[in-house]
């Protein structure tokens, strides 16, 4: 007989076959262990009916006992023992036969497997589509091996890829096939609560080529990497797609025409990383899109180094964020425009430290900032536009703190600030405009000090002061200051 003990309560992952003690361990073990208990049991009955005996005739010594009696409690005792180890042993059967049918299941799956790949392979694009509907239902049917499943579909769209029809190394049916691909990836992002759901697994396009496709309303919950991607002449949709604890990677990639759409999206905790991207042309567009961070803190979003060129834009118009940093540090604007038109910053900082500007437009017309910075020390503006437009600061700052500006235009007209703060210590203006025109200042503060004015025009045309602390250093003072 042997008995069915399992050495581990968790079998490896992958295995199926239970891990059981060896029979001739098992069985020598048994029978002894039911030998000395039945030996226990025959003197603790013997002595129980002789004890029994004694006090019912009350004689010294006791009338003796009928051997019968332990004999019949022994056996009976032992046959209990007997019935539970021939349970344990059908259980051992049992397990056995469930680990052959695991074993039929895996391999049942890793041919399917085998399949699929075979089919995504295929020169037929039909074949090929065939496979990517063959690799995602495996995915739902074998969860161990379901990230594997993702990264074969990943991989596939990070393959070498021609999208011009005319041109050489074009497949016919590929745009098909890979549309399908991100479909399929889309279709399994919108229920995160369900068995077959992938939004906690992670997906990597680095390298790869969009022409299109959607993930609008999906759900992230691991990483998302596009890091060297291209995006050309076309729309990737993340509408309405919600990240949490999530990363988002564009770092390297390329934006020549193409635009991927963030509009209305939410973030929480997570990062959106474009460190070294090029934007030619290209659109990022975060209208209407939620940054939310633990305990109303967010991440940040890194645009360090990256470089606008070619009527590039990066939209967050009518965004709303909650702590958190948005770093354009290093960047460079030849062109194009980084949009926060009306968006609402809450303790947010904003880094534009050290960018250069020889073009282009940053513009935070209509703004609303309570607290936080807008940092803009250190950048050489030589061209281009930063519009601050009707944007109010409430107690918030913005910064230029050892700016150079040698043409372009930095615009607070219109624009309200109370108990904000506008720095400019340190700055040199060698050309271009400076302009508060018609700004209201409330118990703020304007820092001109240590600023060096070498041309160039700072004007308050029009502006307002109430309570607000100035220190004008070589600036002209404004009439009613």
Partial sequence: MALSLRRD??????????????????????????????????????????????????????????????????VTALTLIGAVLAGLYAYRKQLLAEGDAHRADASQLADRYTTAAEQLGHDQAAVRLAGVYALARLADDWAEQRQVCIDVLCAYLRMPYEPDPTAAGHKEGEREVRQTIIRVIRDHLQQPDVPTAWCEYNFDFTGAVFDGGSFSTS????????????????????????????????????????????????????????????????????????????????????????????????GFGRATFIGGKIDFGSATFRDGTVDFGSATFTGTMLDFDSATFSGGRVDFDDAKFRGGTVDFGHVMLSDGTIDFGRATFIGGTADFDGATFSRGTVDFRHATFDGGTADFRGATFDGGTVTFGDARFKDGRIDFGYATVNGGTVTFDGATFSGTSFDWGPVPVPAGA
């Avoid at 992958?14 to 029979?23: E, M, Q």
């Avoid at 025959?42 to 006992?65: E, I, M, N, R, S």
């Avoid at 564009?250 to 070294?276: I, K």
């Fill in 219 to 314: 759900h992230f919950r691991g990483m998302v990497d596009f890091g060297g991607a291209t995006f050309s002449d076309s729309t990737i949709n993340f509408r309405g797609a919600t990240f949490s604890d999530s990363t988002i990677n564009f770092r390297g990639a390329t934006f020549s025409d193409g635009m991927v759409d963030f509009v209305g999206a939410t973030f929480s905790r997570g990062t959106v990383a474009f460190h070294g991207a090029t934007f030619r042309g290209g659109m990022v567009d975060f209208g209407d899109a939620r940054f939310l961070g633990v305990t109303v803190t967010f991440g940040y979003v890194p645009f360090r180094g990256a470089t606008f060129s070619g009527g590039s834009r990066v």
């Fill in 9 to 74: 309560r968790e079998a490896p992952r992958g295995r199926y076959t239970p891990n059981l003690w060896p029979v001739w361990i098992v069985a020598p073990v048994a029978l002894i262990a039911a030998g000395a208990l039945g030996w226990v049991i025959y003197h603790y009955a013997y002595d129980h009916f002789a004890q029994a005996a004694a006090d019912q005739t009350g004689q010294k010594p006791p009338k003796p006992v009928n051997i019968n009696d332990p004999l019949k409690a022994t």
